[in-house]
């Protein structure tokens, strides 16, 4: 069964890059499925995705986070990542890594999230 | 850009049916997916492509879509069924999820 984790750092300054990288066990990276995905929530509010990609090449991002965000996946380590740039508080969320079944479909499993706060 | 609108609670007596609205324009032509957050806890897929259910989620959930107006119908709601509930749909190469709706059960 497949499972995801995130992790990285809870505490991020701002204006800096806030790193996260999911791990994905349970099967391959490459052959369980091309598409992978980060969706967040900042406390108290609703779901927004941040993006997906396939097949390690073809990104597909949130038109309002485009500009700051990369998404990349690294076959070796079975993990992919998300690099969001010069943050501010209004990034503080829980990020969650998922699979979408195709870019265009439902995000499932997901993982159990990963608490990131933007302060000085 | 696309916008998914759903109520910010529903209520229901434990027992009875719940019904959850997610609206859209001519949100009938899109696959919806919806998904159950408990406190603390990750989204659950609870049903996807308007009314298809994952293995594991019981039969008492269930989808339409229709129009502008996609529906996640529990029936014989459950205490354990209180929780956050979020439609998704996908336009124009972007994921867009709905604001959410609380589910209480009385």
């Known amino acids: 069964q497949l499972q995801l984790q995130e992790s990285g750092p809870g505490l991020v300054k701002p204006s800096e890059t806030l790193s996260l990288t999911c791990t994905v066990s349970?099967?391959?990276?490459?052959?369980?499925?091309?598409?992978w995905g980060w969706i967040r929530q900042p406390p108290g509010k609703g779901l927004e995705w941040i993006g997906t990609?396939?097949?390690?090449?073809?990104?597909f991002y949130n038109p309002s986070l485009k500009s700051r965000v990369t998404i990349s996946v690294d076959t070796s380590t079975n993990q992919f990542s998300l690099e969001l740039t010069s943050v501010t508080a209004s990034d503080t969320a829980v990020y969650y890594c998922?699979?979408?079944?195709?870019?265009?479909?439902?995000?499932?499993?997901w993982g159990q999230g990963s608490l990131v706060t933007v302060s000085s | 850009s696309y916008e998914l609108t759903q109520p910010l609670s529903v209520s229901v007596a434990l027992g009875q049916t719940a019904r959850i609205t997610c609206g859209g324009n001519?949100?009938?032509?899109?696959?919806v997916h919806w998904y159950q957050q408990k406190p603390g806890q990750a989204p659950v897929l609870v049903i996807y492509?308007?009314?298809s259910r994952p293995s594991g989620i019981p039969e008492r959930f269930s989808g339409s879509n229709s129009g502008n107006t996609a529906t996640l119908t529990i029936s014989r709601a459950q205490a354990g069924d209180e929780a956050d509930y979020y439609c998704?749909?996908?336009?124009?190469?972007?994921?867009?999820f709905g604001g959410g709706t609380k589910l209480t059960v009385l």
């Open positions: 998922a699979r979408p079944y195709t870019q265009s479909d439902w995000f499932d499993p």
């Open positions: 001519n949100i009938g032509s899109k696959n």
């Open positions: 990609i396939y097949y390690s090449t073809t990104t």
């Open positions: 492509r308007d009314n």
């Open positions: 998704q749909v996908w336009d124009s190469s972007t994921v867009v």
């Open positions: 349970g099967g391959s990276i490459s052959s369980s499925s091309y598409y």
